[in-house]
């Protein structure tokens, strides 16, 4: 019997990719960028299954094209902001995406952020290797204490969760912001206290941003909530780019009305290198990591794999985004 007919649009650990191989007819884009829209659209076109990035953009266009016999759209992510999930659900494709398993490699990368950005470790590097450093200065790069402060993170789901246990082992108060408050037990859990966003923003010396993009989030952080920040604190985030408004940002930047910030996730991304942000000694940024670990690609590799094969089966996905699919 033919093996059914699957695109993948990079290459991905072994760990998923060899299992995809082994059980379809898979076409593998293999270089470093994203296929352009027209050679994705192409590629997809009478595929069975697709696994996709969030770097592909899976709507109507790509839908029509793939075909009628389209089972399944696993995406390599938590995060499916770049699927049109209703439209997949009205033709009865199940996407799947991969949570859970990099919930702490992504905590440990927004921590990594956060203590990088109050100690000016970049900034201390380029120090040294500028050959700037002649002495010992009483008042050389100085910056916040981490341990004791207030942090406030905004989305507590798994990840943001996650951090609030790293700040905790700091003896940091924690507060919180979300659509809904989470049960007491959570909150007592992090000794964790809901606040408006507004609140949040006022008393934070250190704001964690970890929740979706969606058309409510998409410029959460622009310049009036920016204002309503400390001129002490640090912004970190490692949710999505378009949750913060990067011009209210960079102003926010120049201006001092924050005083840094910290940015795993960018709007654009990638971030041109011509871009003010880049300019900005107060703003690091990295090239979307937070779950950059071997381990953790690994795992998210085994699992996008799963939920394709599971789908090309006709089963039910293990980790599928629209459960309403199946009736
Ligand atoms: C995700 O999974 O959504 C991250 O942004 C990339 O790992």
Redesign the pocket.
Known sequence: MAKPKVFVSRVIPEEGLARVREATDATVWEDELPPPRDQLLSAIAGCDGVLTL?TDRVDDEFLDRAGPQLKVVSN?????DNVDVAACTRRGVPVG??PGV?TET?ADLAWALLMAAARRLVEGDRYVRDGKWKTWGPMLLMGPDVHGATIGIVGFGRIGQAVARRAKGFGMRIVYHDLQRVPKAVEAEFDATFMTLEGLLAESDFVSLHTVLSPETKGLINAERLGWMKPTAVLVN?S?GPVVDSVALVDALRNGTIAAAALD?TDPEPLPADHPLVALDNCLVVP?I???SRATRGK?AAMAAANLLAGLRGERLPTPVNPEVYG
Not at 76 to 80: E, R
């Open positions: 969030l390599f992510a938590v995060g499916f995406n991969t990099l992504t490692t999505r996730v979307h937070a779950s950059a998210m």
